[in-house]
């Protein structure tokens, strides 16, 4: 049985998916892949980690947002506009 916050919580995230859509979780080499695909790709990117530095990227394709999470930076080419962001946060 859900409690009062447990289904605010979960309204809240509907909500978020409802606004944003649908955000695709791919492999770094794909993600790669569909920024090389644009003439002038736009990605938004952020450096965070507890224990260890991970890599999170985030753009839109074709009206879909892609997302992916490395350990290491991706090589992206020269047109790529990078938005610097403090934080992603994607819903589980």
Partial sequence: MVNGSEAGAIAAISEAAKAFGAIIKVESAD?????????????????GGIFSTKYQYLMGYKGLVFYTKTAAPLNLPAKTEIIKAKKIWIPA
């Fill in 31 to 47: 993600f790669d892949a569909i920024v090389r695909k644009q003439d002038e790709p736009l990605v938004v990117f952020c450096q």
